[in-house]
Each structure stands twice: as C-alpha cells, then as structure tokens.
C-alpha cells in the first residue's frame, strides 16, 4: 500500500478481555515501531522491530503487553487482559533506512476499555 | 533521562499571521536530534522540521523554521504565513544520537482562524 495501514481503526474492549492490533508497514520497510498516545499526551515509544527482530521492547508497560513480527512485514500489538489505563491511542511507524527523517507513521488504532 | 517540555497547551493565530511554538528539553547528551511533527484530526504524525544538535545554523522548510538555543535548551518553531491546513496539534520530540526512540513533549494545539 501507499502508507503504513492500521487496523481497526477503534477498538471497544471490556475489561479483562485480550485485544490485537494490526499494523501493516509500507511493502519493503525494516524498521517498525509501535508507539502508545494517552489522551492529551504524546507519543511514547514502546518497541522497535528491525526485520523480524524485537531489537527493542524496553517501553512495554507491563508482561500484558506483547509485540510480535513474524516474517518481518506485519505486526501485532497484543494486550491480555485489557485494563482502563490502556486506553489510548497505539501508533506505528515504519522505515526503510535513515533517520527519523524517513519515518512513517499510520492513523493509529484508538483502544477504549470500559 | 531525556525530557521535553511544551508550555503552550494551546495556540491560535489569524490566517496568514506568524506564530511561535515553544519547546524545551533537557538531556546531558552533546549529540541528538529534535524534531516538530504536525499531527492532525486524522492522527497520523507527519514531520515537519528537524535540527541536528550539532548544526548552528537554524533549519528551515518553506514556511516552518526553527529557533534552536542548544545553550538554553530552547527549540521553537515558528510558522509564517499561516494557514487554515496548519490547524493541528504540535508536537515536540528529541533523539538521543544512535537511539531508535523519540521522546515527544504534550503537544500545543493551533488553531488557524480564518
């Protein structure tokens, strides 16, 4: 695809439930990342992929959160048993080389918890 | 750890008058990079500016340019001519050289008033 496509876009989870979140990179990037957005905050980083490589996960809140990119292309942001202070929205970015300069960011998934 | 500070929550400016968006940081690092990104109602982050710390001169991109104090920590932006698509929320980021991670401030919302 053109940009770096997330999906769904919102999520309504209860309370206690498990939550996936797609990102599909631009086609050919190496470099993924996920970012968490809380309302009224900025983005702050989560995990770093490089290929299929978790090279980063040092932003994961809790053992609750898992990221995964199996072949290298698509990820998941997995969440087990979703609580209300995961309420946000959850960024990816992708890039192929380079900088910060070079990074793309999706439309994010935003994830209520009631 | 790296710091960054936006003191402005909100903004706003007549059409095609100039505006300043302030931002802080605090980090002991001599080399690192800082960024502005634009992010609009659609929530993707979009780039605007960046600075290399170990550049003097102040980067500019057609109607966005930077104010860059390394002494004072101090990196603003400044949008000239403003327009109605400027109308978005502001974010500040930082990167420590070699780190894959931004850290990003609060973020100022402008608004551009026809």
């Known amino acids: 695809g053109a940009g770096v496509s997330q999906s769904p876009r919102y999520k309504v989870a209860k309370r206690g439930q498990d939550v996936a979140l797609r990102c599909d990179p631009i086609s050919g990037h190496v470099s993924l990342f996920w970012y968490q957005q809380a309302l009224g905050q900025g983005p702050e980083f989560l995990t770093y992929?490089?290929?299929?490589?978790?090279?980063?996960k040092s932003g994961l809140p809790s053992d609750r959160f898992f990221a995964e990119r199996p072949e290298g292309s698509v990820s998941t942001l997995k969440i087990q048993r979703t609580q209300q202070e995961d309420s946000a929205v959850y960024l990816c970015?992708?890039?192929?080389?380079?900088?910060?300069?070079?990074?793309?960011f999706g439309s994010g998934t935003q994830l209520s918890v009631l | 750890a790296q710091t960054v500070t936006q003191s402005q929550p909100e903004m706003s400016v007549q059409e095609a008058e100039t505006v300043t968006l302030s931002c802080t940081y605090d980090?002991?690092?001599?080399?690192?990079?800082l960024f502005w990104y634009k992010q609009p109602p659609s929530r993707q982050m979009i780039l605007v500016i960046r600075q290399e710390a170990y550049k003097q001169q102040n980067a500019t991109e057609n109607r966005f340019s930077v104010n860059f104090q390394k002494a004072a920590k101090s990196f603003s932006l400044k949008i000239s001519d403003s327009q109605l698509g400027d109308t978005a929320m502001y974010f500040c980021?930082?990167?420590?050289?070699?780190?894959?991670?931004?850290?990003f401030g609060k973020g100022t919302k402008l608004t551009v008033n026809p």
């Open positions: 992929f490089q290929n299929e490589a978790q090279l980063d």
């Open positions: 980021a930082f990167s420590q050289g070699g780190s894959e991670k931004l850290v």
């Open positions: 970015a992708s890039r192929l080389t380079g900088g910060f300069e070079k990074l793309f």
């Open positions: 980090t002991s690092e001599s080399n690192y990079y």
